[in-house]
């Protein structure tokens, strides 16, 4: 797949994410009878007026990506049918509706993913791809392996694994594997500097796909979303627990999404399930990944995002005093500026140290 081709599509699929989290701001504004005097496709500037619907301008921008909307009273509470002269939960439901609409999206990109190509088995962890002269490779492994224990420590996960060869650092260890249902051992060494984009031994890790009915397929995407929240939620505490290092739970910006997003394409390519079903298994998983991530950030208690105005709308809520308009205006300005300078400084990192994949 050549790299402009992976690009178009990456920036096509997280445009549309951003898309459908304002449309979903929309849709519920109009349906709550606040009032919404522009919605665009594309950022501006303006390119051209498609037409107007219910008092909505819909309108077509230059820059061909996402979209926005811009409903009345947006900043000033003054402005009768505006968002902020509006009852405090109708501003909660449309704060809440584009991380909804994004966890909706995401849910049912897992649900055909799973009903066309099966679900993983998440007990269980399987060798996708073997680098080239890597310890692995020497010691025989090959895709479709399912690798079951790691010196002392049995594996029923990627956390398992990433434990078990950390701990085994340039030493000899005994790791052992189904191959067609027949266990077998193998001693390799875990390289403490492996290569520019391999880890410690040199594989790729993934679950082994089994088949689902629609139903198991509905509940399987519902514990994967619950699974990647409660992953999430827990990136602080873990931290501080030590559990994970600060390189797992480095925060990536648009480059480091697509370095993921490219791995995925280069896994579709020489995936047996991708070419039987012929969906893009791995880009559908990472779509829908990135949009419950956009989700879930837009919902942080930030202000400049729908997390840090549902803030203010509980300060409001219980000291029954709204915060003045100019004041809540500038703590959204500074912070949407130092968001910026982060997700400057962030893509700077991504280039110096990119990614390595799903």
């Given at each position: 797949?050549?790299?402009?081709?992976?690009?178009?599509q990456?920036v096509f699929?997280f445009?549309?994410?951003?898309?459908?989290?304002?449309?979903?701001?929309?849709?519920?504004?109009?349906?709550?009878?606040?009032?919404?005097?522009?919605?665009?496709?594309?950022?501006?500037?303006?390119?051209?007026?498609?037409?107007?619907?219910?008092?909505?301008e819909?309108?077509?921008?230059?820059?061909?990506f996402?979209?926005?909307?811009?409903?009345k009273?947006?900043?000033?509470?003054?402005?009768?049918?505006?968002?902020?002269?509006?009852?405090?939960?109708?501003r909660?439901?449309?704060?809440?509706?584009?991380?909804?609409?994004?966890?909706?999206?995401?849910?049912?990109?897992?649900?055909?993913?799973?009903?066309?190509?099966?679900?993983?088995?998440?007990?269980?962890?399987?060798?996708?791809?073997?680098?080239?002269?890597?310890?692995?490779?020497?010691a025989?492994?090959?895709?479709?392996d399912v690798?079951t224990?790691v010196?002392?420590y049995?594996?029923?996960s990627?956390?398992?694994?990433?434990?078990?060869t950390?701990?085994?650092?340039?030493?000899?260890?005994?790791?052992?594997?189904?191959?067609?249902?027949?266990?077998?051992?193998?001693?390799?060494?875990p390289?403490?500097?492996?290569?520019?984009?391999?880890?410690?031994?040199g594989?790729?890790?993934?679950?082994?796909?089994?088949?689902?009915?629609?139903?198991?397929?509905?509940?399987?995407?519902?514990?994967?979303?619950?699974l990647?929240?409660?992953?999430?939620?827990?990136?602080?505490?873990?931290?501080?627990?030590?559990?994970?290092?600060?390189?797992?739970?480095?925060?990536?910006?648009?480059?480091?999404?697509y370095?993921?997003?490219?791995?995925?394409?280069?896994m579709?390519?020489t995936?047996?399930?991708?070419?039987?079903s012929?969906?893009?298994?791995?880009?559908?998983?990472?779509?829908?990944?990135?949009?419950?991530?956009?989700?879930?950030?837009?919902?942080?208690?930030?202000?400049?995002?729908?997390?840090?105005?549902?803030l203010?709308?509980?300060?409001?809520?219980?000291?029954?005093k709204?915060?003045?308009?100019?004041?809540?205006?500038?703590?959204?300005?500074?912070?949407?500026?130092?968001?910026?300078?982060l997700?400057?400084?962030?893509?700077?990192?991504?280039?110096r140290?990119?990614?390595?994949?799903?």
């Amino acid at each position: 797949m050549s790299t402009i081709w992976t690009i178009l599509q990456f920036v096509f699929f997280f445009g549309f994410l951003v898309f459908i989290h304002e449309f979903g701001h929309m849709l519920v504004s109009k349906a709550l009878g606040i009032e919404v005097e522009e919605f665009g496709f594309g950022y501006p500037p303006r390119l051209a007026k498609l037409f107007t619907w219910k008092g909505t301008e819909f309108t077509l921008n230059w820059i061909p990506f996402g979209g926005f909307v811009r409903p009345k009273g947006e900043t000033e509470a003054g402005e009768p049918g505006g968002l902020l002269a509006a009852p405090k939960w109708k501003r909660f439901l449309v704060l809440v509706a584009g991380a909804t609409m994004n966890f909706i999206f995401g849910i049912l990109l897992l649900i055909v993913m799973f009903s066309v190509a099966g679900g993983q088995d998440t007990s269980k962890v399987m060798v996708a791809e073997v680098a080239p002269n890597s310890p692995a490779q020497v010691a025989g492994l090959a895709s479709g392996d399912v690798i079951t224990r790691v010196g002392d420590y049995d594996i029923a996960s990627f956390d398992d694994m990433s434990t078990a060869t950390n701990q085994y650092l340039d030493q000899t260890v005994a790791l052992s594997y189904l191959r067609d249902g027949v266990s077998q051992t193998v001693d390799l060494v875990p390289r403490s500097d492996p290569p520019e984009n391999q880890g410690a031994i040199g594989v790729t890790i993934t679950y082994p796909v089994i088949s689902l009915p629609f139903g198991q397929s509905v509940v399987q995407a519902f514990e994967t979303f619950w699974l990647q929240v409660k992953t999430t939620a827990m990136i602080p505490v873990n931290l501080i627990r030590g559990a994970i290092s600060s390189e797992e739970a480095r925060i990536v910006g648009i480059k480091g999404i697509y370095d993921i997003f490219n791995s995925a394409a280069q896994m579709d390519q020489t995936s047996a399930v991708t070419a039987a079903s012929g969906f893009p298994i791995y880009r559908l998983s990472i779509i829908s990944m990135i949009s419950i991530a956009i989700g879930i950030t837009n919902l942080l208690p930030i202000p400049a995002l729908d997390g840090g105005q549902i803030l203010f709308l509980v300060i409001e809520a219980i000291t029954r005093k709204r915060i003045p308009d100019n004041v809540a205006l500038m703590i959204n300005n500074v912070f949407f500026y130092t968001l910026i300078l982060l997700m400057v400084f962030i893509t700077i990192q991504d280039f110096r140290n990119p990614v390595l994949g799903p």
